[in-house]
């Protein structure tokens, strides 16, 4: 087994994907973070950020 351990980015590094399931909708990223296709986040304490939608009033019109 390897005995090398890569460190840790600086917290003010660019998040990179470490896993990524396009299939699914999800990446994860090297801070523990998950982003969903459809722009929200669950981040590694628990905290969420919800998916940016347009009000349906804001929606273009189907021709």
């Known amino acids: ?8 980015p600086a917290s003010t590094a660019p998040r990179h994907p470490v896993a990524a399931h396009p299939e699914q909708g999800w990446t994860l990223l090297c801070d523990g973070s998950i982003v ?22 804001r929606l273009p019109e189907a021709v």
Request: hydrophobic share 25%.
């Open 1 to 8: 087994m390897c005995s090398c351990r890569s460190s840790c």
């Open 36 to 57: 969903f296709d459809d722009s929200g986040e669950l981040h590694a304490d628990g905290s969420v950020v919800p998916p940016c939608r347009l009000p349906a009033e």
